[in-house]
C-alpha cells in the first residue's frame, strides 16, 4: 500500500528548518482557531525520497501519498489509528441493493484551494476524467484506478480489463451518484483511496493535468501535478525544491474540518537511513518513517516517541510454479514446514511482530480461524520433498537491496534466514539480490525470472480483496499464472458476493482453500512499522495503513 510532490516556497521552508534545527520548535503567536491555544510554527518530516508528482491518480507509493494526503480529501476516510470508515468530502453515503448504486451526501460551504465549489458536478468531474482518460502512457499510470475500476472508456495501456465504472450524476450541489456496471467488493473502501482524491475541475483544466509523455521508461507529468496541485485538504501547495528535496505545505486557514495546528509543514528528503536518524537526533527534523527494528529501543530510551502502527500488512515467500517442480504441492507444503518463522519473529521482527497464517490481518472480514497451519517441521518437511522426488531440489531464490518496507525492514537479513531454514532440509538455495527500482521488482512481477521470492503487502483498506485479490485474484507472473485457475475463480466470486454473510463466508473459504489446496506462497509474518517523532511532537495519531495526517500535530 502506496510519494511525489514539491516546488516553491523554498526560501520559507529553508528558514523554517534552520528555526526549528536550531531551537527545536519554531512558534508563532496565532491563536489556534478552534480551541483558543497558542499554535504555529513548522513540522518537518524526513521523507525518504522524492514524490513522483502531486496528482493522485497518477500515484501508487508511500513517499508520493505523504504530501498527497495533507493537501486533497477524499469522498470517506479512514478514522485516525484504524481501517474503520467515517465521512470526509461525503458526510454519509448508501448504496442499493446489488451494489451497484452509490449515493454520496456531500459536505457543505467546502472550496478548493482556488476558491472554487466543492460540490456533486466537482465530484463526477473527477470520475469521468478518470475513466476519460486518454493515452497509454496516462492509463498505464493509473495504478489504483485500473486496480479498482477494471477499465477506462477506451482502453489503450496493457493489462486493463473491462471497467466497472459506469457514470456519475450531480443530482443537486450536495448529491453525486456513482454508478457502476457491477458489485465489487472494494467498495466503499476503496472510496478513501489516497490515488482516488477530489481535485479542483478548475485546476486540472487550467493546468492541463491529463498530459503525461513517456520518454522510455520515464514519464513528464503537467504543471498541475508539478507545481499547481489544488485539493480541498488542511494544508495548500508551497513549493517542492527538487534540487534540494525539500516540500513545502502551508496551513489552510479555510479548511472545512479540524485546522492545522502549524503554519508549515516542510518534507525534507533524505534516502540515506543513517541520515534520517542522524537530523532527527540533531532536532533538524522532527519526525522519520520506518526505523529498523535495531533502532527502537535506542530511540526510545533517547526519548524520542517510537509510535506502533497496528500490523496491517503481511510478508509472503512466494512460489513461482513455472519451475516444474514447485507445480508440486508436496514441494510447496515442504518449503513451508521447513521454514522456522517462530525464530524469525523473534531474532529479526520489530516488537509486537506475529506469525502470519493467512494472507490478510485477523481483523479483515473473511479471515478464517481453521486454516491449515504449517508450524515447523524440518521430518515433514523432509519427508514430503522425498515424495515428491524433490531431494536434490537447487531454488534461485530473488530478494530486494536498497530498500526497507513496512512489512520487511531487512530483505537481506530475511532471506538469510529463510535460506538457512531451507538449506538444513537439503534445498540448495541460489540467493539472487536485485535493487527494488532497478530489477527486482521487474524480474519477478513482469518477467517471472525466479523460483522463491520475498515481497509483501500494506493494507489499502479494510476488505480481504486488498490482500488476497490483490496477490492472487488475477493470472500474475509472480505465482506462475497458468498455474491456479480454480483459486482465480474462487477469489471472483468471493469479491463478487454483496451479502455480507455471504461475503464473510466465502472468504474463509477461500483462505482455507489456498492454505490446504493451492499454498501459492507461504505467509510469513505480520510486522507492526513504527514512525518516530521528537518528544515535543503532539497530536500525532499513527495509522495502520500508514495513513497520517498531519494537520492534528503541534510541535513545542
Not at 36 to 59: E, L, M, Q, Y
Not at 62 to 68: H, L, N, T, V
Not at 80 to 102: F, R
Not at 431 to 450: L, M, S
Request: charged share 25%; hydrophobic share 40%.
Amino acid at each position: 500500500m502506496q510519494a511525489s510532490r514539491l516546488k516553491a516556497a523554498v526560501a520559507l521552508a529553508a528558514a523554517a528548518a534552520l528555526a526549528v534545527g536550531a531551537s527545536g520548535c519554531a512558534k508563532s503567536e496565532r491563536d489556534d482557531d478552534s480551541g483558543g491555544a497558542k499554535t504555529g510554527g513548522t513540522f518537518v518530516f524526513a521523507g525518504a525520497g522524492n514524490p513522483k508528482n502531486f496528482d493522485p491518480i497518477f500515484n501508487d507509493d508511500g513517499e508520493s501519498f505523504r504530501p498527497i494526503r495533507q493537501m486533497y480529501d477524499t469522498l470517506v476516510q479512514n478514522k485516525p489509528g484504524t481501517a474503520d470508515l467515517q465521512g470526509a468530502l461525503a458526510e454519509s453515503w448508501e448504496h442499493d441493493p446489488e451494489g451497484k448504486v452509490w449515493t454520496f451526501k456531500l459536505r457543505k460551504n467546502v472550496k478548493f484551494h482556488d476558491g472554487t465549489p466543492f460540490n456533486a458536478a466537482a465530484v463526477c468531474f473527477n470520475f469521468d476524467r478518470w475513466f476519460n482518460m486518454k493515452g497509454a502512457a496516462a492509463q498505464s499510470q493509473m495504478i489504483y484506478y485500473s486496480d479498482v475500476f477494471g477499465g477506462f472508456a477506451k482502453n489503450e495501456a496493457e493489462g486493463v480489463g473491462e471497467p466497472v465504472y459506469n457514470k456519475c450524476e450531480a443530482k443537486d450541489d450536495g448529491t453525486a451518484v456513482v454508478t457502476m456496471n457491477r458489485y465489487k467488493g472494494a467498495f466503499p473502501g476503496a472510496f478513501a483511496l489516497t490515488a482516488l482524491s477530489i481535485a479542483s475541475p478548475e485546476a486540472l483544466k487550467k493546468y492541463d493535468a491529463d498530459t503525461v509523455k513517456q520518454n522510455g521508461d520515464s514519464f513528464e507529468y503537467s504543471a498541475f501535478a508539478n507545481e499547481h496541485p489544488v485539493g480541498t485538504g488542511p494544508f495548500t501547495f508551497g513549493g517542492w525544491d527538487k534540487a534540494k528535496g525539500e516540500i513545502t505545505l502551508n496551513r489552510n486557514p479555510d479548511y472545512w474540518g479540524e485546522k492545522a495546528k502549524v503554519d508549515k509543514l516542510v518534507i525534507k528528503v533524505i534516502e540515506d537511513e543513517n541520515t534520517r536518524k542522524q537530523e532527527l537526533r540533531a532536532g533538524t527534523v522532527q519526525g522519520i518513517d520506518f526505523p529498523a527494528p535495531a533502532d527502537r529501543k535506542a530511540l526510545s530510551g533517547e526519548g524520542f516517541q517510537v509510535l506502533d502502527r497496528p500490523a496491517f500488512n503481511i510478508l509472503y515467500l512466494g512460489f513461482n510454479q513455472k519451475n516444474p517442480k514447485l507445480k508440486d504441492l508436496r514441494v510447496r507444503q515442504a518449503i513451508a514446514y521447513a521454514l522456522n518463522r517462530q525464530q524469525l519473529v523473534q531474532t529479526k521482527g520489530p516488537g509486537g511482530t506475529k506469525v502470519a497464517d493467512e494472507f490478510m490481518p485477523d481483523t479483515v472480514l473473511g479471515y478464517a480461524q481453521d486454516v491449515q497451519k504449517y508450524d515447523y517441521n524440518v521430518d515433514k518437511a523432509k519427508q514430503l520433498l522425498k515424495e515428491a522426488g524433490a531431494e536434490n531440489l537447487t531454488l534461485n531464490f530473488y530478494y530486494p537491496t536498497d530498500v526497507s518496507r513496512p512489512y520487511m525492514p531487512n530483505p537481506q537479513e530475511i532471506f538469510t534466514v529463510l535460506a538457512n531454514d531451507l538449506q538444513a532440509v537439503g534445498i540448495k538455495v541460489n540467493g539472487v539480490a536485485r535493487p527494488w527500482n532497478g530489477g527486482y521488482k521487474d524480474d519477478v512481477q513482469q518477467f517471472g525470472k525466479h523460483d522463491l521470492h520475498i515481497l509483501g503487502w500494506t493494507g489499502d483498506y479494510n476488505d480481504p480483496g486488498n490482500f488476497v485479490g490483490t496477490f492472487f485474484g488475477r493470472a500474475k507472473v509472480e505465482f506462475g499464472d497458468q498455474a491456479m485457475t480454480e483459486m482465480f475463480d474462487a477469489i471472483t466470486k468471493a469479491d463478487a458476493t454483496v451479502d455480507e454473510a455471504g461475503k464473510k463466508a466465502a472468504w474463509e473459504q477461500v483462505n482455507r482453500d489456498i492454505a490446504a489446496k493451492w499454498l501459492p506462497a507461504v505467509p510469513v509474518w505480520h510486522a507492526p512499522p513504527a514512525i518516530v517523532v521528537t518528544k515535543d511532537v503532539k497530536g500525532l495519531v499513527a495509522s495502520p495503513l500508514t495513513d497520517e495526517r498531519f494537520n492534528t500535530v503541534s510541535v513545542g
